[in-house]
C-alpha cells in the first residue's frame, strides 16, 4: 500500500474508533443532566443514584472519547499535511473554537461531575453537569462546521500568492446549511445511541429482576428522549440528504447506484446489486417517485447520475487546467494582471485539474485519455455506498418502532411486564454504533475521491512522511486502541453487572467530614 | 490593526498557549512522571493521582487549544511541524491516549497488577510527552530539514534518529526536569504524608538538575550557528514562505539578546524562580507559586531566541518558516483575536472556580473514605 491508502486508512480506523464513544457520550451526557435535574427538582434520591450509575458507565466512555480524540486533532498535521496547508486557514478556526468553546467546559466541568458531589450545592453541581453536556454538544457542534466544510466548501475562495484557500466569509462557513443539517443529524444520532445504551441495560435488570425501580425510572427517561431523537434523527438525515442533494449530486447518485439519470421525480431503489464494472443495477425493487422527492424536493427537478455526472467532471477537470496554466503564469509574472484575470475566470474548476496530478505533475498538459480516468475517478464506491446507507436508514426507521413501543409502554407503566419488549431491548443495543459507524462510511467514503469536494483531492492531501512511519503508526494505533477498548469493554460490563447498589454503597459524604 | 501587529499578537499567543499547556498540564503530568517514586503503596500513589484527578483534563485541553490554534493561525506551521516530526507525534499521541484511560480506569479494578500496570503507564505518559516536546525544541534551533516545492507542498526527510542529536537531547532534559520539578511543587503543595515529604525531597534535585542543564543549554546556544533573514522581507505579504532569503550561520542565536540586552532578564528570572522554588519549598504554596513562572520564562528565553524563526530548514534555509510567512490570512487571525479575547477570560474564569472548589489538600484519610469514587 502507498502512503495515501496507508494514511487513509489510519484515518477511517481512527476515526471509526472514536466515532464508538463519541455518541455515547454526546447521549449520555444529556440524560445525566436531565437526571440530574429530576433530582434537584423532586429531591428523590433514587434520581442522585441514577445519574452517579449511569455517571460511572459515562466516565468510562468518556475517558476513551478523550484518548482517541487526541489523535483525530494531530492527525490533520501528521498525516495530512498538504491538506492542513492547503485549507488550514478556513479549516483550522472551528477546531480552534472547539477547544475554546467546547472541549475547556467539558474538560474542566468533567471533573467537577466526578469529584465535586460534597463540594458543590444540588443547584452548583446541577450547573456543572449540564456545562458537561453542553461542552460536548458544542463540541459536536464545531468539528461537524469544519467536517460541512470539507462536504460544502463555502464562504472561502483560493488565493495563488499563499497557494492555499482562505476564508473570505466566516459566517458562510459557520452558518453553512449542510453543517447545521449534520449538526443535529449527528447529536441526534448520538442521542438515541445513548438512550439506547440505558434502555438496553435496564432493560437486562428488569430481566433479572433487580433494580426494579432504578431501571423502569431510567427506562422511562430514555424512552421519550430517545423517541424524539430517533424521530430527530431521521427527519434531519432527510435534511442532510436535502442539502447533500444541492451540493453533493455525486454522492446522492453513488448512494442510489443511480448510473443515469432517470426522468423525474426519480424513483428511488430498496433493493438491487449494484456492479461497479458494468455500471448497473442488477434485481432493482424501486419505488417510484421517492429519490426526486427526498433529493430535490420538487417533482420536476431531476436528480442526475453518475454518468452525466462523469461527463461534467471531465469538462470541470478541462476548464481547471486553463485555472492551473493561469496559475503558473501567475507565479512566473506575479506583477501580470492578465494570468489573475483568466485564473480568476476558472479557478471554481481548479481542484478538479488537481484530480490529475495522480497521473502526471504538470497537470496543464494532461491528454485526453487521462482527464477521462480522472473524470472516472470521481465516483465513488457504489457497493459499498448503496448497502452501508440502507443498513444506515433500516436501523433508524428501528429505533423509531423501538422507542415508540417503549413510550407507548412507558405511559402505561408496563415496561416490565412484556419479556419480548425487554429482549427487543437488549438485542438493539449494538444497532446505533452499527448505524453511527456507517453514517460515516456514508459521508466520508461518499466524498471520495475529495478530501475537500471539488477542491482538493484526498490523494494530494497527505504528508511526504516515509510509508513506513505510517505503517508503524497505524499497527500501533490498531493494536494500542484494540487493547484499550477490550479494558474498556471489561470495565463497563463489570460495573453493569456490580449494578447501582454496589457502586453506590459508600456514602459519598465521607470526604466532606474528613476533609473539615 | 495592520497584519504584521497581527502576526506578532499571534506569536505571543501561541507562547501563552504553549505556556499555558506547560504550566497547567505541565504539573499533572510531572506528578503522573513521580508516580511511582513519590507512591510507594497504594493508597499512597492514589493520593498523588487524586491530587490533579479533577484538574488535569481540564488542563490537558491547554495543549489541544494549541495545537487547534496553530493549525489556524499557523497552518504551515503545524503542518510542516506535525508532519516532520511525525515518530515523535505518535510517541506524544500514545503517551496522550494512555493517560486519561490510565486516571480515569486504574482505581476500577481491585487488582494489584492491573493498578501497578496502570502506574507505570501513567508514569511513563507523564515522561515521554515534556521529553518530546524538549526535544523538538532543540530541533528548531539546528534546524530541520524540510522543503517545499512551487505547490508549497512540504517534503521532509526527518527520521526519528535524526532528531535525536545532542543538543536536542540536552533540551529535552531541561524540559524534563522543569515539568518534573514542577510536578514535585505540586505534590508538595497539594498532598499531606509521606508523598508530600518525598515530594519536597526530590524537589532540590530536579530544580537543582534544570539549573545546570538550562545554564548548559544556554551556553551551548552561544557557540551554536544561527538561522538569520537576509533578504528584506515585507511583514504585510502574504504567506509564502519562498519569498525569502536566510543564511544559517553568524550571528548566533542570541542575536535578539544582543540587540536588547534587557530580555536577559528572561532567563536569568527563569534560574531565580527556580532557585526560590527549592528555598521556598516549605511554604509549599508559594513554592508552587514560583514553579510556576519557570515553564512560562523557560519558554519565553526560547521563543526570544528563535524570533521571527517558528521552524528553521536546514537543507533549504530560504524555505524557513517565520512569523512573516506561515501564518493564516489576516481576516482569519482577527477573528480567531476576537475569538481569544471574547473566551480565555471566561475559561480562565471557570477554570479558577474549579480550583477554588476543589482546594485543601488531599489525604490519605480522603481516599480511604471516598475509595470507590476516587481515582
Redesign the interface.
Known sequence: MDIVELSRLQFAVTALYHFIFIPLTLGLSILLGIMETVYVMTGKTIWRDMVKFWGVLFGINFAMGVATGVTMEFQFGTNWAYYSHYVGDVFGAPLALEGMMAFFLEATFVGMFFFAWDRLSKVQHLIATWALAMGTNFSALWILIANGWMQFPVGAHFNADTMRMEVSDFMAVIFNPVAQAKFVHTVSAGYVTGSVFVLAISAWFLLKGRHIEFAKRSMTVAASFGFASALSVVVLGDESGYTAGQNQKMKIAAIEAMWNTEPSPAAFTVFGLPDLASHTTKFEVQVPWMLGLVATRSIDTPVPGISELVGQAHDNIKDGMIAYGALLAVRKTPQDPAPRTLLDAHVANLGYALLLKQQRPDVQNATEAQIQVAAASTIPNVPVLFWSFRLMVACGFWFIALFGVAFWLSAKRKLDSHVWFLRCAIFSLPLPWLAGELGWIVAEYGRQPWAVEGILPTALGVSTTAAGNVLLSLIGFAVFYTALLAADFYLLVKYIRLGPDDILTRPVGAAKEDAA | MSYDTLRVIWWLLLGVLLGGFAIADGFDLGTAALLTFVGRSDVERRVAINSV??????N??WL??G???????W??L???????F??A??L???A??????G???RS??DDPRWRGWWDWALCIGGIVPPLVFGIAFGNLFTGVPFSFD???????DISLWSLLNPFALLCGLVSLSMIVTHGAAWLNYKTRGPVQDRARFILPFTAGAYIALFIVAGVWLSHMDGYSLTSLTTPNA???PLAKNVTHGLPGWLANYAAHPLLYLLPLAALASAVLAIVLRKRSGLSFLVSTTVPALTLATAGVALFPFLLPSSSQPGASLTVWDAS??K??LE??LG??IL??PV?LA??AW?YR??R?PV?R??IE??????Y
Open positions: 484527578g479533577p484538574v488535569w483534563e481540564g490537558q485541553v489541544i487549544l495545537a487547534g490554534a496553530i493549525f489556524a493561525a497552518p504551515a503545524y503542518a510542516a511541524s506535525f508532519s516532520g511525525y515518530l507525534m505518535f506524544v499521541l500514545a496522550l491516549i494512555v493517560r486519561p484511560v486516571f480515569k480506569f476500577k479494578l512551487a505547490d508549497l507542498r512540504m517534503h521532509s502574504p504567506s509564502n493564516s490570512s481576516l482569519t477573528i480567531m475569538a481569544v473566551f480565555l475559561i471557570y477554570t474549579v472548589v476543589m485543601g489525604t484519610q480522603q473514605a471516598s475509595s470507590k469514587t476516587s
